[in-house]
């Protein structure tokens, strides 16, 4: 019916960027190479965070707002990678892994937290804030949940222009209390719009725990609610996550409307990079510390046979080298002329 | 044939544009079977179906944000607010997503929020509302506020053309009472440029929505006293058409401004404010602004009346002016 706007569908990374071969015969089979993939975002992300949060912060390097998804990657990147390339990924602030998986490198996203003009924003929003229509991933909306709305309607519009993409929606648990959650799920359900709705329940909204955010025992019990299927699985485990994903987008795909997947699983960091966490219980740390999900990956891939410990330290080397020379980059990427300020409030003629 | 009333003309503007381009599709309350709580859309949901006029849950913040998650897939999305005073609910997505999206992220939010707004119909608090100055205080947005069935069948067309998100007030006290001929063809009028209303020499009252209307009226009585008065009807608030307001106030040295929202952080103020910086050798007099109170829309009729602006008031104000 109507025209899809054109869009350039961005090249998915088959496997990373500069990732290297595996050893391992058994790394050819399906299994053991979305393994592999999977390795690589993970451990992209982890370090590309690390670094953010841990370094360039305290370097005084990064200024505002750092908020990593430590200890619960294995949710947006399981997802993401179920994500056909003309999906389109509307991200919270702990998916980074999701521009990794649409081809927006390192590079940009350490100039992103720079402010500088290599930033995918060129320094118009800062940290997480970031999106590339052209590669159908939406800027994070900074009031939690507000994505949802949003994310219905893009979902209304891929169903009415007849096209076979759905929408994948990521928020976390706090945000599930936000209206907009609830008007957005229920619009989408009423409309049977083609969308993925996945939470990542780490079980802490800044410094306030579950309990106090919500009087139902799991998020999956607000699909109910909306008439929509729901889930629980161990955010922990990327390929649970990924099967997960596989069904709910069959579903939204299929015709039958919006799917929610809670994901459980444990912040490993405060709740941003001012916030040491204190307020955590210390138990808590070393219990999830053991659930990694990359640990739980590597754990998966050597005993299956999927790699050796050789392969999985030169794929770490490999992406400690892209992430020195990203920053390298970003650090010499300019920060955007003070003329920039007035631009592009509207259109330009 | 006969004249078209406001409301019409807003039909028709939008009926033109669903039938020029698939794309724009139509979301709200009540816009569907029932053709809007004030009958704009009616007739639609039987031409373009139930795929171009969606009827929605009560969620204003699900329809703004569903039409500016449709604009990013290409489509021109025009959600009906029932009344502008609900616009509150979906104020998050208007002023916070949409009208950052495109500075942001490069990502412009083409949509058209329409909004029937206004007094003198014995609304009340909650039906009554003027709430244009929260949204000409938020960059990135436009603000549209017709005041005849001409300039609101051509802007909502320009607007629903418009590559940023536009806010569309429609003055429910207009909708049925002002009527004209409107052009056999197909027009759109420009965004951000006002209109002089009435031409005049010694006066200038600068306003917009229904009060252009008693602009007019009290324009009218001051002529019959000997004090030539222009009425500028800005038609846009945001962005401000500084230049026509300039250009009448060099003219005719004595300024009112005049609207229907309450008086403290209206638009009134930036516009006093704008004429003293830019014009303030040309004025023969303070810069004179009439405006609602600072209460709430009472409901009783002779609350509303003492609430809403008149011509008898501004009558009152513009002798003194014209005196001073
Ligand atoms: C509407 C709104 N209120 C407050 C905030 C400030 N804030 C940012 S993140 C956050 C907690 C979010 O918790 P959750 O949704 O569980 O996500 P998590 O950070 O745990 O991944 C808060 C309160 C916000 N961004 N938006
Ligand atoms: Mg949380």
Redesign the pocket.
């Known amino acids: 019916m109507a025209a899809v706007k054109s869009v350039t569908l961005p090249e998915l990374n088959p496997s990373g960027f500069g990732a290297p071969e595996f050893s391992t015969p058994e790394s050819q089979d399906s299994e053991a190479a979305l393994a592999r993939r999977f390795y690589y975002f993970l451990s992209l992300q982890r370090e590309v965070e690390d670094r953010i949060e841990r370094k360039l912060y305290r370097q005084g390097k990064i200024l505002g707002g750092v908020?990593v998804?430590r200890g619960?990657e294995a949710i947006g990147i399981g997802a993401g990678l179920v994500a056909r390339p003309d999906d389109v990924l509307f991200p919270?602030?702990?998916d980074l892994g999701l521009y990794f998986i649409r081809g927006i490198g390192p590079r940009e996203v350490f100039a992103q937290y720079m402010g500088r003009v290599g930033g995918l924003t060129g320094g118009k929003d800062g940290n997480m804030h970031m999106g590339d229509l052209n590669r159908r991933i939406v800027a994070i909306i900074?009031?939690?949940?507000?994505s949802v709305p949003v994310a219905a309607g893009a979902a209304m519009a891929l169903k009415y222009q007849g096209s076979s993409s759905i929408a994948f929606n990521f928020?976390?648990?706090?945000?599930?209390s936000?209206g907009d959650w609830h008007e957005g799920i229920n619009l989408a359900a009423v409309q049977k719009a083609p969308l993925v709705l996945i939470c990542?329940?780490?079980q802490?909204?800044?410094s306030?725990p579950l309990e106090k955010?919500m009087a139902c025992r799991h998020v999956a019990d607000r699909g109910v609610a909306y008439g929509i299927p729901a889930e629980i699985v161990d955010g922990n485990d990327v390929f649970a996550v990924y099967q997960a994903a596989q069904r709910a987008a069959e579903h939204a795909r299929a015709g039958k409307g919006p799917y929610l997947i809670e994901c459980k699983t444990f912040?490993m960091t405060g709740?941003?990079a001012h916030d040491g966490g204190d307020y955590v219980p210390k138990h808590l740390w070393g219990e999830w510390a053991a659930k990694d999900p990359i640990l739980k990956l590597a754990g998966k891939m050597l005993d299956r046979g999927w790699a050796t410990e050789g392969d999985l330290e030169r794929m770490q080397a490999a992406i400690k080298r892209e992430t020195d020379e990203a920053v390298d980059w970003a650090e010499r990427s300019p920060y955007p002329d003070a003329s920039e300020l007035t631009r592009n409030v509207y259109e330009e003629a | 044939m006969p004249a078209t009333t406001y409301l019409e003309a807003i039909r028709q503007g939008i009926w033109e544009e669903m039938e020029r381009d698939p794309n724009v599709f139509l979301l709200g309350e009540d816009i569907g079977i029932y053709g809007g709580a004030f009958k704009v859309t009616q007739g639609m949901l039987e031409r373009f179906g139930d795929k171009r006029v969606v009827d929605t849950p009560i969620a204003e913040s699900a329809i703004v944000g569903a039409a500016i998650g449709a604009s990013f897939m290409g489509l021109r999305p025009v959600a009906e607010m029932q009344f502008a005073d609900f616009i509150t609910c979906g104020f998050?997505q208007i002023v916070n997503f949409a009208a950052k999206s495109r500075y942001r992220w490069n990502a412009p939010a083409p949509i058209v929020v329409r909004a029937p707004s206004g007094g003198g119909i014995h609304g009340g608090p909650y039906h009554s509302q003027n709430p244009e100055a929260w949204f000409v205080h938020t960059p990135g947005l436009k603000v549209i506020t017709p005041a005849t069935a001409y300039d609101a069948k051509g802007l909502i067309k320009a607007a629903i053309r418009d590559n940023d998100p536009v806010i569309f007030f429609e003055h429910k006290a207009l909708y049925r009472r002002v009527k004209e001929d409107l052009p056999e063809g197909e027009y759109t009028v420009p965004i951000g440029k006002a209109r002089v209303h009435r031409e005049g020499r010694d006066m200038s009252i600068i306003t917009y929505g229904a009060m252009v209307h008693v602009a007019a009226e009290a324009a009218a009585q001051m002529e019959k006293e000997g004090v030539s008065t222009e009425v500028i009807d800005l038609r846009t608030l945001l962005p401000l058409d500084e230049e026509t307001i300039l250009a009448s106030v060099r003219k005719t040295s004595k300024v009112i401004v005049l609207h229907e929202a309450t008086i403290t952080g209206g638009i009134g103020g930036e516009i006093a404010a704008r004429i003293t910086e830019k014009a303030f050798e040309w004025l023969d007099g303070p810069v004179v602004r009439i405006a609602a109170p600072d209460t709430p829309v009472p409901y009783s009729p002779p609350l509303e009346e003492a609430f809403l602006p008149n011509t008898a008031t501004v009558v009152e104000r513009a002798r003194r002016l014209a005196a001073y």
């Not at chain 1, 900074?142 to 507000?146: N, P």
């Open positions: 908020y998804g619960q919270c602030h702990r900074s009031a939690m949940a507000a928020f976390g648990d706090g945000a599930t936000r990542n329940n780490n802490y909204a800044y306030t955010q912040r709740h941003s | 998050d």
